[in-house]
C-alpha cells in the first residue's frame, strides 16, 4: 500500500507571497491532519479534516486554511507569508477520528 | 488541561547500553498512546499505538509500556542507526481527531 505524499517536497517562497501544499492520503483513509514543526515549537496541530469537512483547528491565524476534496486529498493553504510560517509542514492520514496516523514525508517551506 | 511531557530531552547512549524514555500525560479518557520515531529532516514513522494500562508492545529492540500515567519506550542493546527523536502523541479528552505531541527525546547512540 502507498504511504502518505506530500508535494512539493521543498518550496522557497518570499515574504508576502501565498503558497499552497498538497497531501495525498493512504488509500481509504478518509481523515486527513496537518502540522507544522519547528525547532522551537514542535510538532503542532493545524487541522484535521474528515470526509471534506473541518472538525478540528489548532491555534493558528486565519492565514493558515486547509480544504478536502471527495477523493480525500487535501491541500493547505497559507497567504501572506511571513518569515516565522518557515516550518517542515507535515501531513497524516487515518482511518476515523483517534486511530493511528500516518505521517507524509513533509514539505519543507523557506520564507525569505 | 490535556498534557504531554517527554523526558528526557536528549539521550546519548554508548552502542549496546540500553535505557528507557519517559512519555507522561495528563488526559481524561485515554483513547490511545502513540509513539512514533523521526529522522532529521523526515516526517515521523509509526512505531506503536497502545490502548490501556498494562499493554505491552515489542518491535525488534524497542519496547512499549502504559501506565494510567506514563508510558516507557524501552530500548534493548541499542545500536546506532537507533539514532533519532522519538516522539510520543495523544487524541485531546475533548476531541479525538485532535493529537497532541510531546517535545521528544534526541537519542544518540555512539558506536
Known amino acids: 500500500k502507498a504511504g502518505v505524499t506530500q508535494t512539493p517536497r521543498y518550496l522557497i517562497k518570499t515574504r508576502g507571497q501565498q503558497v499552497t501544499l498538497s497531501c495525498s492520503p493512504i488509500?481509504?483513509?478518509?481523515?486527513v491532519s496537518w502540522y507544522q514543526q519547528t525547532p522551537g515549537q514542535g510538532l503542532q496541530f493545524l487541522f484535521e479534516?474528515?470526509?471534506?469537512?473541518?472538525?478540528n483547528k489548532g491555534n493558528f491565524p486565519g492565514r493558515f486554511s486547509g480544504r478536502q476534496f471527495s477523493n480525500s486529498r487535501s491541500e493547505m493553504n497559507v497567504s501572506t507569508l511571513e518569515l516565522g510560517d518557515s516550518a517542515l509542514y507535515l501531513c497524516?492520514?487515518?482511518?476515523?477520528?483517534?486511530?493511528?496516523?500516518?505521517f507524509g514525508p513533509g514539505t519543507r517551506l523557506t520564507v525569505l | 488541561e490535556d498534557q504531554v511531557t517527554q523526558s528526557p530531552e536528549a539521550l546519548r547512549l554508548q552502542e549496546g547500553e540500553s535505557s528507557s524514555l519517559n512519555c507522561s500525560y495528563t488526559?481524561?479518557?485515554?483513547?490511545?498512546l502513540f509513539w512514533y520515531r523521526q529522522d532529521p529532516g523526515k516526517g515521523p514513522e509509526f512505531l506503536f499505538t497502545?490502548?490501556?494500562a498494562g499493554e505491552e508492545k515489542e518491535k525488534e529492540r524497542l519496547k512499549a509500556t502504559l501506565t494510567k500515567k506514563e508510558s516507557f519506550l524501552h530500548i534493548t542493546a541499542p545500536k546506532p542507526e537507533d539514532s533519532a527523536t522519538y516522539l510520543c502523541?495523544?487524541?485531546?479528552?475533548?476531541?479525538?481527531?485532535?493529537?497532541?505531541f510531546g517535545s521528544g527525546t534526541r537519542l544518540s547512540i555512539r558506536p
Open positions: 497524516a492520514s487515518s482511518g476515523g477520528p483517534g486511530d493511528t496516523q500516518y
Open positions: 488509500s481509504g483513509h478518509r481523515s
Open positions: 479534516y474528515f470526509s471534506e469537512t473541518q472538525r
Open positions: 488526559v481524561s479518557g485515554l483513547r490511545g
Open positions: 497502545l490502548y490501556s
Open positions: 502523541a495523544v487524541p485531546l479528552s475533548s476531541s479525538a481527531s485532535k493529537i497532541i
